[in-house]
């Protein structure tokens, strides 16, 4: 008898079941895919004392609308997300980074990220998910994880196989913010572009496209342009990558990237900035920063390291 | 072996085996991939071999750029008896209806339909890498009266099992994709089976592949 459950009401914009994502699948042709924003999503883990790698409900600007039906349980939303509950004839306003204990009939209405993409949903205990190479990561370009690599539909039934023993309410005081510059280092194409081109990426802010997905984030406003060829010999893509094709406008590989591809590179995000680069609204403006690798590595462990420090301020 | 080691990024080693394209570097890219892979490097999380590149993904909370390179640098590789290589027999149909390219290829070949499939059909391919989706192979080489470019607008969908052409290789895809290959037909087998976790792939790196003609008839029944 699965008797909890969240019966959809409205799915939401691109609401799919996240995880840590998979890896040693690159020579297959399968991307990493995985929670966009990994701290966020160790919050909302960590806020219900869940196993740090536990599967939860990301969603892109609207989110879910559901009604939860069984016995009483634990949930927390992160990011910067506008919502509310809703008991019997009561409703308030929801806040992020908090959990809350939720009864049978209650309804949760995520409305909208503030000034973000991505949140996450999760509840203490696991949803009944289908896991591939021990990931339910949904990966819909190639069909891959949890509801047959299908976005989470309006009337979807969520199934939650185990509920964890209930938890006081927990919270952290942490609000999401926004750098200024994404830092990058230099691609392997680097030398394709022109002096022009090069002083165009470090110098100019581009505009984030809405055809911009958890696949890539492509960039309009100024062309960069190439002065050796516009095709490399195909070769392996990592997330972060941002590659110029023919028409100038840069793409930059996210979570869900094809795991080879064609265009010169111009630089790589670094790993430190990836979370705030994935919060970048359509429409809004970025700009890049060149940096070193070792300045890179020694930002990726003070992020980790900041990550860890606010997780330990829950309470 | 390899050329230069530097970085993508800071969680990524670019290995650079050279420039050309051909079955002699990309054995030694495939070599390297098999070698590393076995022996399980802690901090590696993925390997992405292609024509003539391996990228080395890795796990920035245990390990770093440096290390790993000097890892690398000094790896021994396995003996060449050991490098898995199966020769693989697809069939496939080349029905009109699965033929979408082959009047266009007629006109840009400058060959007769049988000609281009005699071509096709008559060769050994030898698989160079696996990708851009899942499980999609790379297959070389065409000879070169059959080298095309790819379709000048990509088609928004390609049919799951169509067998392309373009430039010097010959590829399959595997599910429905968006793609500009050019098309001249289609198989029944399943290339890339996301239920066998521990071999999805029909076709691997290093691979020989032949490609038989089947008719209509035999492309139906395939599956009973």
Redesign the interface.
Same mark, same amino acid.
């Given at each position: 008898m699965n008797k909890n459950y969240f019966e959809v009401f409205r799915a939401g914009i691109n609401s799919t079941f996240q995880d840590k994502g998979r890896s040693n699948l690159h020579h297959v042709g399968i991307p990493c895919s995985g929670a966009m924003d990994s701290r966020n999503y160790l919050i909302a883990n960590s806020l219900l004392e869940n196993d740090l790698s536990s599967a939860v409900i990301e969603f892109a600007y609207q989110g879910p609308l559901f009604k939860y039906h069984g016995e009483n349980i634990n949930i927390a939303i992160t990011g910067d997300v506008i919502f509310k509950i809703k008991r019997d004839m009561t409703e308030i306003q929801g806040s992020c980074n908090k959990s809350y204990l939720i009864k049978d009939g209650d309804e949760i209405d995520i409305l909208s990220t503030n000034k973000s993409v991505y949140g996450y949903f999760a509840i203490n205990g696991k949803f009944d998910l289908k896991y591939q190479w021990g990931s339910c990561s949904i990966n819909t370009k190639a069909q891959l994880g949890s509801n047959n690599g299908e976005k989470i539909y309006d009337g979807q039934k969520i199934i939650i196989s185990k509920i964890n023993s209930l938890k006081s309410t927990k919270e952290l005081n942490y609000i999401n913010t926004k750098i200024e510059k994404i830092r990058v280092i230099k691609g392997t194409n680097y030398d394709y572009f022109s002096k022009e081109g090069i002083n165009t990426f470090f110098n100019k802010s581009f505009t984030i496209s809405k055809l911009s997905d958890r696949m890539g984030m492509r960039l309009e406003g100024h062309k960069i342009d190439n002065i050796v060829n516009t095709n490399i010999k195909s070769e392996g893509l990592i997330k972060g990558v941002v590659q110029v094709p023919a028409d100038g406008n840069p793409i930059i590989m996210l979570s869900d990237y094809g795991t080879i591809g064609g265009y010169p590179k111009i630089g790589v995000v670094i790993s430190a900035d990836y979370d705030k680069l994935v919060q970048l609204m359509s429409g809004s403006k970025i700009k890049f920063q060149e940096i070193e690798l070792p300045e890179a590595e020694t930002l990726y462990d003070l992020y980790q390291m900041e990550t860890k420090n606010i997780i330990s301020q829950i309470k | 072996m390899i050329k230069n080691i @530097?970085?993508? $990024?800071? !969680?990524?080693l670019?290995c650079d085996f050279g420039?050309s *394209?051909n079955k002699e570097i990309n054995s030694k890219v495939i070599r390297y #991939?098999q070698s590393i892979?076995n022996q399980k490097i802690q901090g590696i *999380?993925?390997? %992405?071999? @292609?024509?003539?590149?391996? *990228?080395i @993904?890795l796990d920035? %909370?245990k390990t770093? #750029?440096n290390k790993i390179k000097k890892i690398i640098e000094n790896i021994s590789l396995d003996p060449l008896e050991n490098l898995s290589s199966k020769k693989i027999e697809i069939p496939v149909c080349c029905n009109e209806k699965f033929s979408l390219d082959l009047e266009r290829l007629e006109k840009k070949l400058n060959l007769n339909r049988n000609k281009i499939l005699d071509s096709f059909f008559n060769k050994e391919y030898f698989c160079y890498?696996? $990708?851009? *989706? !899942? $499980?999609?192979p #790379?297959l070389g080489d065409l000879d070169n009266d059959l080298q095309a470019k790819r379709l000048e607008t990509p088609r928004v969908r390609v049919p799951k099992g169509s067998v392309g052409i373009t430039e010097q290789f010959a590829n399959i895809y %595997?599910?429905e994709s968006p793609g500009g290959w050019n098309i001249i037909g289609n198989t029944p087998i399943s290339v890339?089976d996301?239920s066998n976790?521990t071999n999805?792939?029909l076709i @691997?790196?290093g691979d020989s592949i032949f490609f038989k003609r089947i008719d209509i008839n035999q492309y139906k029944n395939f599956n009973e």
């Open positions: - | @530097s970085n993508l $990024g800071d !969680a990524a670019y420039n *394209i #991939f892979r *999380i993925n390997l %992405t071999p @292609s024509y003539n590149k391996l *990228i @993904s920035l %909370t770093n #750029f890498m696996t $990708g851009f *989706i !899942a $499980g999609m #790379f %595997t599910f890339f996301k976790e999805p792939n @691997s790196p």
